[in-house]
């Protein structure tokens, strides 16, 4: 199988203007936020002039749904705009916005510059911030995917009154130390290149690193020939991809947030969902369990067999969607 079943990628660069068609733009609201240029990061890091981006789609008599996705995701979630979770989150699906009033939001940093030492817990409260200013106190649930799981556990931590539910996909309270060790390469390459005539070559050459590991060993051994030129072709298309998108500060602030990623399970008092995918090498099953096993209020923990790895949070949405509905019914 060659790389042309995944042009699509999921990945909207910030600030994007999406090209909406006028019947799914109904009900649909953008909101920046501007982050206070006095505010601060845990590590001391200011955001200034950066800004927050919400999408708001749905009904605004239902429940308050906040989904967030890995660190390639955006505000675009729903069918409705292409979004990046469409075949999960929109009218008629699992999380849906003919019910529920559904809201997107993009990862800082925006700008270039230097990158910045940010952790999911700064996300975390930057967006509970963001959303009370836009007039949303409670949400019915947070589900959270990839990075976003991260930032989704530090919420819950830090607010458990304002939310009703929490959904942890593919994400665990701590990064696996093998997965670090790969972020840390990619960041290394970042470094080497980054404010040189060579900068979007690094960012390609660290994300087609990362696109060995979010699929499995079995994934790729079925899908690549011998020889290795359709592999080649598909990490040269995905790392040329974002590197026209994402610059290398960007990237870097994202992947070291990831790794200053610790929550203790124990502390999260909101009633929890916990989705794990086999084969996953970046968020192990072992890494899985014992952040169910630790958590007070673990409502239902499930594994879903596939060969996508981490990947299968965007594509074993029909084994994921049962979960999902049956959480916010």
Known sequence: MSFADELYDPMVEPGAVSQVPASAAAGMRDADWEVD?????QSGDRLEGERVRLRFKGNPRGRRILVLGGISAGRRVTSCDDGWWGELVGPQRAVCCDRDLIIGADYLPEHGGQAKRLRPEDFANLFLKALRDEGVEELGAV?????????????????????????????????????????????????????????????????????????????????????????????KHHGDRYASTVSAARYRT??????????DPSLIKVPTTVIAAEGDQLVPLELAQELAARLPKLDRYEVIPTRYGHDAFLKETAAIAPILKGMLS
């Open 254 to 263: 994202l992947s070291a947030a990831i790794d200053a990623h610790s929550e």
């Open 37 to 41: 240029p006095l505010w601060t990061a």
């Open 143 to 235: 589900i959270g995917a990839s990075f976003g799981g991260m930032v989704a556990l530090a919420m819950a931590r830090l607010a458990p009154a304002r939310i009703g539910r929490l959904a942890v996909v593919c994400a665990a309270h701590r990064p696996h130390p093998m997965a670090t060790a790969v972020r840390h390469i990619q960041r290394q390459i970042l470094e080497l290149t980054e404010g040189t005539n060579r900068e979007a070559e690094g960012v390609g050459l660290a994300r087609q690193l990362a696109m060995t590991t979010y699929r499995s060993a079995e994934e790729f051994g079925s899908r690549f020939g011998p020889g290795g030129e359709d592999l080649e072709a598909y990490l």
